[in-house]
């Protein structure tokens, strides 16, 4: 196959068409997005799934079932999906199963910058990180290999940089002409089911072996990282590899660090791991004993410096302002040369603000001209925090408006306790915000509350997909829709309204006053297309109409003669 120019994410889709992954499954979230599109574009079997708990355990049914799957995140989902996943090390799966965490040093789009090889030592599993495209490609069919062959799931770890440059890619992996996966191996033949109960049901009698088994399991993937993640297996890369230089500077590096150290260094030694869980190190420990100094070029929290220290390896400490942001080659200079001295400020870009269309604009208008407390939440909604709204008081993590406004609501003072509101989109609300509702239902605060569902009919912050509020697929085609207000009411929210509230601002201003003033638990469910989306909307909306048309009348054509 021909060399193409490919982002990380893209490299990754590729890599799983080629491994012959069965299914794809995940949660949208900067960066790692457009790994499933593209993997659905180029005709792999991809789904969005409501949260990046659901996903993980899809894709882990698939393991079982003994096929090949891919569950991507950005890496605040992996603290969403972290419950199953910390017990999925035990049970270990049958086929293969690769988590892609996407993580963001320096919070280009996110809410923190949690450094997630924190969860593979944490979990006990073990952790692949690529540092560019090819990397990204080539290292994915060594997850598969490595998760098939120890029967464990895989974290492949991306970060920003890895996961949106562009670089070339030589996709030696294509499937073969006639379509068969390019990757051997147990699981290209179809998924059956294998009762193994002991291995899969995680009752304490089970899982006490089962964690015994998964330290076995990450101890032979440790001495396999020593003697054998160096050397390319046929027909895979080298995980790990030294790149002999210079004696005076030795640096044991990662992910996109590895390119910047490179760059700033090109006289050094450097010793590049790519299975960051277990680490290499006695491999390391001789390689710092054949240097003069030894200094850790990593992004994030010093997880490979501390690790290090901790086995008696001797290693530069990094001075804690490197901690933040991402690593480009002038910062990767400053820590080599040891320069603590105040860095240059970024240069200031323009701040993001909702579109002049956004029908978010009347919500937020109502809620400042009444001063009201806004328990908020993440999405393009976020916005409302800027000016000229600044209507926004909290925003802490995917579906916590409705506690958090829940929390406030019952220790406020009951004049400021009939102010606060909780606003949440609507992909959030699916994601994460449901259960907060069953807890309002069932601990309701004495003034009761007021929460707004901003139903834009997308997934707007990341890009515009689908979620099951929207009733469509990630190909954009129909499935079953979720109805917010019906599940509202289900939960038994006594008021339930839906409104426009772009077009009917008064209207919306006397209802949301006329909630705020009673006792009684509100649902208002502002619904209006995002102003971006809603042309593509229209687009898929009429195709489902004639999908479902064509679908009624071959029900009809396929009915006996006689019944037609
Ligand atoms: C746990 C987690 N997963 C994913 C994300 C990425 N993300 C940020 S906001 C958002 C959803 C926004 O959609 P919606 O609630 O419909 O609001 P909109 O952007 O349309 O206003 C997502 C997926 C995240 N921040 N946290
Ligand atoms: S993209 Fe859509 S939801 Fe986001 S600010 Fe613009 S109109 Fe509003």
């Not at 179809?190 to 964690?211: C, K, L, Q, Y």
């Not at 606060?420 to 907060?436: A, E, K, L, R, Y």
């Not at 006329?514 to 006792?519: G, H, I, Q, S, V």
Request: a negative charge; proline letters at 8%; charged letters at 20%.
């Amino acid at each position: 196959m021909e060399r193409q120019l490919l982002s990380g994410d893209e490299a990754v889709a590729l890599a799983a068409l080629h491994a012959g992954v069965a299914l794809g499954t995940g949660y949208p979230g900067t960066p790692s997005t457009e790994i499933l599109e593209t993997f659905d574009t180029l005709g792999g079997r991809a789904q969005w799934a409501p949260n990046e708990k659901v996903a993980l355990e899809v894709g882990l049914g698939a393991a079982f079932g003994g096929a090949r799957a891919i569950v991507t995140m950005k890496h605040v989902g992996l603290n969403v999906a972290a419950d199953p996943l910390f017990t999925a090390a035990y049970t270990g799966v049958t086929g293969a199963l690769i988590v892609v965490t996407a993580d963001d040093p320096g919070m280009a789009s996110s809410q923190n910058e949690q450094d997630n090889r924190r969860y593979a030592i944490a979990a006990a599993l073990p952790m692949v990180e690529p540092a560019d495209s090819q990397e990204a490609y080539d290292f994915f069919f060594v997850a598969v290999e490595i998760s098939e062959r120890w029967q464990i799931p895989v974290l492949f770890r991306m970060t920003t940089r890895v996961c949106h440059s562009k670089s070339i890619v030589a996709p030696d992996r294509a499937a073969a002409a006639d379509g068969a996966p390019a990757m051997g191996g147990p699981t290209t033949s179809m998924p059956h089911f294998e009762h193994d109960i002991t291995a899969r049901v995680m009752i304490p009698a089970n899982a006490r072996p089962a964690h015994r088994r998964l330290r076995a399991k990450m101890a032979e993937i440790a001495a396999w990282g020593e003697a054998e993640a160096w050397s390319a297996a046929p027909g895979l890369v080298a995980l790990n590899r030294i790149e002999p230089g210079g004696r005076a500077l030795g640096i044991v590096t990662d992910g996109v660090g590895y390119l910047h150290a490179a760059e700033a260094a090109p006289d050094a030694s450097i010793l590049k791991i790519g299975l960051v869980n277990p680490l290499p190190l006695e491999r390391i420990r001789t390689f710092a004993a054949s240097v003069d100094r030894t200094v850790v070029v990593e992004e994030g929290d010093p997880v490979v410096g501390d690790s290090l220290r901790a086995a008696g390896i001797p290693v530069e400490a990094r001075p804690e302002m490197y901690r933040f942001g991402e690593l480009d080659v002038a910062r990767v200079r400053r820590i080599l040369a040891g320069d603590t001295s105040p860095e240059p400020a970024p240069a200031l870009g323009k701040p993001p603000e909702l579109c002049p269309a956004c029908p978010y604009h009347t919500v937020y208008a109502t809620l400042k001209k009444h001063d009201c407390i806004t328990a908020g939440d993440i999405g393009c909604y976020s916005l409302g925090v800027l000016p000229p709204y600044a209507a926004m008081d909290t925003c802490v993590a995917m579906g916590a408006s409705i506690g958090v406004g829940l929390g406030l609501r019952h220790v406020l003072p009951p004049d400021e306790a009939r102010r606060v509101v909780s606003i949440i989109g609507d992909s959030t609300f699916v994601h994460s915000g449901i259960s907060g509702l069953v807890e309002m239902a069932y601990n309701p605060p004495p003034s009761g509350h007021v929460v707004i569902v901003l139903d834009n009919g997308t997934t707007a912050m990341t890009g515009q997909q689908e979620h099951p509020g929207t009733g469509r697929r990630l190909d954009h085609g129909p499935t079953n829709k979720l109805s917010i207000e019906g599940i509202a009411t289900a939960i038994g929210i006594p008021s339930v309204t839906v409104i426009d509230a772009y077009a009917e601002p008064e209207e919306f201003e006397r209802l949301l006053l006329e909630r705020l003033a009673t006792p009684e638990l509100s649902v208002i469910v502002a619904r209006r297309p995002c102003i971006l989306a809603a042309a593509d909307i229209r687009k898929w909306e009429q195709q489902a109409v004639e999908f479902r048309a064509q679908a009624a009348e071959q029900a009809v054509f396929d009915l006996p003669i006689g019944e037609q």
